[in-house]
């Protein structure tokens, strides 16, 4: 998973949440910590994640086995 560090893209009540993915459904959830850790899905990319950071560029990488995912605002 991955912390999200502040800032654009992404708009205001998405920052600051962390976010993790499912290996099996590749699904990616995001945990609101602002509100109480509610966690919510966020996107669908396809299985097999197997790690996630977010870029100098504020978006969201999604690293599959089968390849990399970029998402730059929900």
Do not use: C, K, Q, W
Not at 2 to 31: K, L, N, Q, T, W
């Amino acid at each position: 998973g991955a912390f999200h560090p502040g800032g654009a893209p992404f708009p205001p009540g998405y920052r600051g949440s962390y976010y993790f993915g499912d290996y099996v459904s590749g699904e990616i959830f995001r945990m609101d910590l602002a509100n109480g850790n509610a966690v919510s899905a966020f996107a669908r990319t396809g299985n097999s994640i197997v790690a996630m950071l977010f870029g100098n560029d504020g978006a969201l990488y999604v690293l599959r086995t089968s390849g990399v995912t970029r998402i730059s605002a929900p």
